[in-house]
């Protein structure tokens, strides 16, 4: 079946770090993937999103490119802010389907 | 637009006791879910639906009953709450199932204790 798996947390980074989180996948098809992002007491964000092989998504500086050659989405971004201080979640969403599966989520802390 | 609407954001039940999530979608969307969040995991779907009068089973239905009357609203029932519903829940919706449309809207959680 679908799957997700993301790297454990929690990662702790001084402000101005670079920031690697890893996401890996198993899906029939071509899925759709997605970072969302869940701030303290928030629900859930769309941070970005690729729907096709060597797609790009970006926002807010963070970027991730869909590599279907190694099942992976992994997220970056190349000077974190306190303000990244948060949870994010791979997610996949096969072709035709409408149930997204997410990861079990990555907790970043950014120090000042 | 308001997005997706979930009451009461906090609720502390007893063993046995019963509740209503609501949650109230204004963009029209056909497709509705409930997850539920535990502690260091990621989301699990305990039921969803794909229209009005419409609604299946996710990985974790059991202990839980939903409605969807109409295209707006998806509440999420517990009869006898237990200490194992203890969790942070949140509704989400989509436009659609299909290509091109992906995105999932989220509600700000409801965050449930059972005692």
């Known amino acids: 079946g679908n799957s997700v798996t993301q790297m454990e947390g929690p990662v702790t980074l001084s402000e101005e770090a670079f920031l690697t989180i890893n996401c890996t996948y198993t899906?029939?098809?071509?899925?759709?993937l997605f970072w969302y992002v869940q701030y303290p007491g928030e629900g859930l964000q769309l941070l970005l999103k690729?729907?096709?092989?060597?797609d790009k998504g970006s926002n807010k500086g963070f970027e991730a490119t869909y590599r279907k050659e190694t099942t992976s989405f992994h997220l970056e971004k190349g000077s974190v802010q306190v303000s990244d201080s948060a949870v994010y979640f791979c997610?996949?969403?096969?072709?035709?389907?409408?149930?997204?599966?997410f990861g079990a989520g990555t907790r970043l802390f950014v120090k000042a | 637009n308001a997005g997706v609407t979930q009451t009461p954001k906090f609720r502390i039940l007893k063993i046995g006791q019963s509740m209503t999530l609501q949650c109230t979608q204004d963009m029209n969307h056909n497709y509705m879910y409930w997850y539920r969040q535990d502690p260091g995991m990621g989301l699990k779907l305990i039921y969803y639906?794909?229209?009005?009068?419409?609604?299946d089973k996710g990985e974790v239905p059991n202990g839980y009953n939903v409605s969807r009357s109409t295209t707006e609203d998806f509440p999420l029932r517990l009869e006898l709450a237990a200490p194992s519903q203890t969790s942070v829940y949140f509704c989400?919706?989509?436009?659609?199932?299909?290509?091109?449309?992906?995105?999932?809207?989220f509600g700000q959680g409801t965050r449930l204790t059972v005692v």
């Open positions: 639906s794909v229209g009005a009068g419409i609604t």
């Open positions: 989400a919706s989509t436009l659609t199932g299909g290509i091109g449309d992906t995105e999932a809207f």
């Open positions: 997610a996949l969403r096969n072709t035709g389907g409408f149930k997204t599966i």
């Open positions: 690729a729907t096709k092989a060597d």
């Open positions: 899906a029939t098809g071509y899925p759709s």
